[in-house]
């Protein structure tokens, strides 16, 4: 199967190495510094886990791998060294390229989104059109990156519906998105994303729109079809119980930074960051005593316009040393095996 | 009992009729409540949980009467001690009525109006209910806005200029102008960032021993249900399955549906050990549910009798109620 793990001394490079990534949104009030100098590792098979909260630039990061980030918003700098796959006439040299370069919807570009990076979005009802049946929009995807003809190609949809666990498939594939509910769609979408064997899998909250029973359902099918086909999985939620249950290594962002990254168990029982340990003593657990006190963050996310200067976690910091984090940006350093924080604690 | 029930909801239904047709014909019902009973103590605060579509929002909002129930009782013990059926008030007693219940909505964007300042929107309470005086509402309001932590200077800006959490410290407030007994809150913190979660429920705890509120709790996330609740209900499809302390029922729960909730709920710790229980199928369609049991479909426990058969609604050990054919015998594992 094409997309097999990448073996030997090939093994060691990463499927996707993002570096210094930037990407700006230039409005009238001035600009917006949505991401701004992103840097992570993702192994082929492997599950990184993106977390952070709203306006963190998790979304953003996942759209300018894609090359699919909103006007007015683009790349401004950095690089998105993404490994293809092995193919016929693409020399060893020629697999890497980095996507910050290519022009976005340039034949390039476009050859790998969707065949070998695919994305799952959040709102299963909003990102299929309601007008085509989901058939279609899955043979759509499949004529495209695959030849194959029409006939062929329903079969394969069928067959994907049928994978992810769609009950009578070849009746659910003449049907549109709105008759389905919001878990079978998000299982459709999960079929429409994997119908080429994507090497890569972008899953912006995939469950968060759904119940927990059916998000236990989806993180199942996600794990079951990563375990069959090898994909490597970029995870981007704010639920710090699916990154628990899902990743192996974790990137926190904070306005639009990477904040501390490390290996799930470092990032649960010895975060580093002070924002870290502050959201992971907030946020409420299953396992707590009836009516117990959590502890906040103070403050809220400051909004992108008025970013603070220096470290953008300062004014909500409780480690905050005046003069030093409200001055300087810190940058991310290696603390410990795989483990980097980006803190003037750690300096 | 020790305590008083401040609201006693007993029998309540709400069907929305199905309509087809050029005629538009009633077809058929969607049974979003159906047969809902509980209590609430005065001073204490009942969770409802349950997923998107158990009628949870919807008994909510027949209790403010925002909804018409189509059959139950709603019993609401007012100031005087005497108990007031809800259901059968007209508007204008209804209206006096209100000032004693609240509601606090879920998304602080859309229930603010964005034409209205902070004095506006606080204020606009009190002057419904009679608080004529300009300057002696501008006092309230900055007093307001002070319990629940925002600063009075702010009064004159409009919800645009504040962040998700204040926004909904400002919708607290306004719940608040009325010196209400009974607080409904419908997801009050799932709209939030997390990072602002815990200050918003704290609040809510801080608030209402401040003023001794009662508060109706509804939201579908268990650990933000856990950390605010003395007593939860569980509804799955129109209907309360399970009710008991929030200590009971969460460490030993009586109804499979209730397990199950508890053991979906991802934990924030790579080695917690996988207690998953996998639920088979969709919620059911409260235009078609099934015969018997709703849940038994889903059900990992079913027997015979779940299929033909409703369970009735039963006190399982004290204060600890369920609706499960067997309840009694099975052993099922909750979260410590």
């Given at each position: 199967?094409?997309?097999?793990?990448?073996?030997?001394?090939?093994?060691?490079?990463?499927?996707?190495?993002v570096?210094?990534?930037?990407?700006?949104?230039?409005?009238?009030?001035?600009?917006?510094?949505?991401?701004?100098?992103v840097s992570f590792d993702l192994?082929?098979?492997?599950?990184l886990g993106v977390v952070?909260?709203?306006?963190?630039?998790?979304?953003?990061?996942?759209?300018?791998?894609?090359?699919?980030?909103?006007?007015?918003?683009?790349?401004?700098?950095?690089?998105?060294?993404?490994?293809?796959?092995?193919?016929?006439?693409?020399?060893?040299?020629?697999?890497?390229?980095?996507?910050?370069?290519?022009?976005?919807?340039?034949?390039?570009?476009?050859?790998?989104?969707?065949?070998?990076?695919?994305?799952?979005?959040?709102?299963?009802?909003?990102?299929?059109?309601?007008?085509?049946?989901?058939?279609?929009?899955?043979?759509?995807?499949?004529?495209?990156?695959?030849?194959?003809?029409?006939?062929?190609?329903?079969?394969?949809?069928?067959?994907?519906?049928?994978?992810?666990?769609?009950?009578?498939?070849?009746?659910?594939?003449?049907?549109?998105?709105?008759?389905?509910?919001?878990?079978?769609?998000?299982?459709?979408?999960?079929?429409?994303?994997?119908?080429?064997?994507?090497?890569?899998?972008?899953?912006?909250?995939?469950?968060?729109?759904?119940?927990?029973?059916?998000?236990?359902?989806?993180?199942?099918?996600?794990?079951?079809?990563?375990?069959?086909?090898?994909?490597?999985?970029?995870?981007?939620?704010?639920?710090?119980?699916?990154?628990?249950?899902?990743a192996?290594d974790v990137v926190v962002m904070?306005?639009?930074r990477v904040v501390e990254q490390a290996p799930v168990?470092d990032i649960?029982?010895?975060p580093r960051h002070?924002?870290t340990?502050?959201?992971?003593?907030?946020?409420?657990?299953?396992?707590?005593?009836?009516?117990?006190?959590?502890?906040?963050?103070?403050?809220?996310?400051?909004?992108?316009?008025?970013?603070?200067?220096?470290?953008?976690?300062?004014?909500?910091?409780?480690?905050?040393?005046?003069?030093?984090?409200?001055?300087?940006?810190?940058?991310l350093r290696a603390v410990g095996n795989r483990h980097a924080v980006s803190?003037?604690?750690?300096? | 009992?020790?305590?008083?029930?401040?609201?006693?909801?007993?029998?309540?239904?709400?069907?929305?009729?199905?309509?087809?047709?050029?005629?538009?014909?009633?077809?058929?019902?969607?049974?979003?409540?159906?047969?809902?009973?509980?209590?609430?103590?005065?001073?204490?605060?009942?969770?409802?949980?349950?997923?998107?579509?158990?009628?949870?929002?919807?008994?909510?909002?027949?209790?403010?009467?925002?909804?018409?129930?189509?059959?139950?009782?709603?019993?609401?013990?007012?100031?005087?001690?005497?108990?007031?059926?809800?259901?059968?008030?007209?508007?204008?007693?209804?209206?006096?009525?209100?000032?004693?219940?609240?509601?606090?909505?879920?998304?602080?964007?859309?229930?603010?109006?964005?034409?209205?300042?902070?004095?506006?929107?606080?204020?606009?309470?009190?002057?419904?209910?009679?608080?004529?005086?300009?300057?002696?509402?501008?006092?309230?309001?900055?007093?307001?806005?002070?319990?629940?932590?925002?600063?009075?200077?702010?009064?004159?800006?409009?919800?645009?200029?504040?962040?998700?959490?204040?926004?909904?410290?400002?919708?607290?407030?306004?719940?608040?102008?009325?010196?209400?007994?009974?607080?409904?809150?419908?997801?009050?913190?799932?709209?939030?960032?997390?990072?602002?979660?815990?200050?918003?429920?704290?609040?809510?705890?801080?608030?209402?021993?401040?003023?001794?509120?009662?508060?109706?709790?509804?939201?579908?996330?268990?650990?933000?249900?856990?950390?605010?609740?003395?007593?939860?209900?569980?509804?799955?499809?129109?209907?309360?399955?399970?009710?008991?302390?929030?200590?009971?029922?969460?460490?030993?729960?009586?109804?499979?549906?209730?397990?199950?909730?508890?053991?979906?709920?991802?934990?924030?710790?790579?080695?917690?050990?996988?207690?998953?229980?996998?639920?088979?199928?969709?919620?059911?369609?409260?235009?078609?549910?099934?015969?018997?049991?709703?849940?038994?479909?889903?059900?990992?426990?079913?027997?015979?009798?779940?299929?033909?058969?409703?369970?009735?609604?039963?006190?399982?050990?004290?204060?600890?109620?369920?609706?499960?054919?067997?309840?009694?015998?099975?052993?099922?594992?909750?979260?410590?």
């Amino acid at each position: 199967m094409a997309g097999s793990p990448v073996d030997g001394a090939s093994s060691t490079a990463p499927l996707l190495s993002v570096r210094n990534l930037k990407t700006y949104f230039p409005q009238d009030e001035g600009t917006v510094k949505a991401v701004d100098g992103v840097s992570f590792d993702l192994h082929a098979g492997g599950t990184l886990g993106v977390v952070g909260e709203s306006g963190c630039g998790k979304s953003i990061t996942a759209r300018s791998i894609l090359g699919i980030v909103d006007r007015p918003g683009r790349i401004v700098d950095g690089e998105i060294h993404f490994r293809r796959r092995t193919a016929p006439g693409l020399s060893e040299a020629e697999r890497t390229v980095d996507l910050a370069k290519l022009p976005p919807n340039g034949e390039a570009l476009r050859a790998i989104r969707g065949a070998e990076i695919a994305l799952i979005f959040q709102e299963p009802m909003s990102s299929f059109s309601p007008v085509h049946t989901i058939g279609n929009q899955i043979i759509e995807v499949i004529g495209l990156h695959q030849r194959l003809a029409k006939r062929p190609a329903r079969e394969k949809a069928i067959e994907m519906l049928r994978r992810v666990g769609v009950s009578s498939p070849d009746e659910r594939v003449d049907q549109l998105s709105h008759q389905l509910s919001g878990g079978l769609r998000q299982r459709a979408m999960i079929a429409m994303a994997l119908s080429c064997s994507p090497t890569l899998l972008i899953a912006d909250e995939p469950t968060t729109a759904l119940d927990v029973t059916t998000q236990t359902q989806i993180l199942q099918l996600m794990r079951q079809l990563q375990r069959e086909d090898g994909m490597a999985i970029m995870l981007i939620t704010h639920d710090l119980g699916v990154v628990a249950e899902m990743a192996k290594d974790v990137v926190v962002m904070y306005l639009g930074r990477v904040v501390e990254q490390a290996p799930v168990d470092d990032i649960f029982h010895a975060p580093r960051h002070p924002y870290t340990k502050a959201l992971l003593r907030s946020i409420p657990r299953i396992r707590s005593g009836a009516r117990e006190r959590l502890t906040p963050i103070a403050g809220s996310v400051p909004h992108p316009y008025d970013r603070p200067s220096g470290c953008p976690f300062h004014p909500r910091c409780p480690d905050f040393m005046p003069g030093k984090c409200d001055r300087e940006v810190p940058s991310l350093r290696a603390v410990g095996n795989r483990h980097a924080v980006s803190c003037f604690l750690y300096e | 009992m020790s305590r008083q029930a401040l609201l006693r909801v007993d029998g309540l239904q709400k069907l929305f009729p199905i309509k087809k047709g050029f005629w538009k014909r009633t077809v058929g019902h969607v049974r979003a409540v159906d047969g809902v009973t509980f209590h609430i103590d005065e001073g204490e605060t009942l969770g409802l949980v349950g997923e998107s579509g158990c009628g949870k929002t919807t008994t909510a909002r027949c209790i403010l009467r925002a909804v018409e129930p189509t059959a139950g009782e709603i019993l609401m013990r007012v100031s005087d001690g005497s108990e007031i059926e809800l259901g059968r008030l007209r508007p204008a007693e209804l209206r006096a009525l209100r000032r004693e219940m609240q509601m606090i909505f879920q998304d602080p964007f859309t229930s603010l109006n964005p034409r209205m300042t902070l004095l506006d929107l606080v204020g606009e309470p009190l002057l419904v209910h009679g608080m004529k005086n300009r300057e002696e509402r501008e006092a309230r309001v900055a007093d307001l806005l002070r319990r629940v932590g925002l600063r009075p200077e702010y009064m004159r800006r409009f919800p645009h200029a504040f962040s998700g959490g204040e926004r909904q410290r400002i919708g607290i407030a306004r719940a608040l102008a009325l010196h209400p007994r009974l607080v409904v809150a419908d997801e009050p913190v799932s709209a939030l960032d997390v990072s602002v979660q815990a200050q918003i429920l704290n609040l809510l705890i801080d608030l209402q021993s401040e003023f001794r509120l009662t508060y109706l709790f509804v939201a579908h996330d268990l650990s933000v249900v856990r950390h605010i609740s003395n007593r939860v209900a569980v509804m799955y499809v129109g209907r309360i399955v399970e009710l008991g302390t929030t200590a009971e029922l969460f460490t030993a729960p009586k109804h499979p549906y209730t397990a199950a909730l508890l053991s979906a709920v991802p934990e924030p710790d790579p080695r917690a050990p996988s207690r998953r229980i996998m639920l088979e199928g969709e919620v059911a369609n409260p235009a078609a549910p099934p015969p018997g049991c709703y849940f038994h479909p889903r059900c990992p426990y079913a027997i015979d009798k779940c299929r033909t058969e409703a369970p009735s609604w039963r006190e399982i050990s004290p204060a600890h109620f369920a609706a499960c054919h067997r309840a009694e015998e099975l052993q099922l594992a909750g979260v410590e």
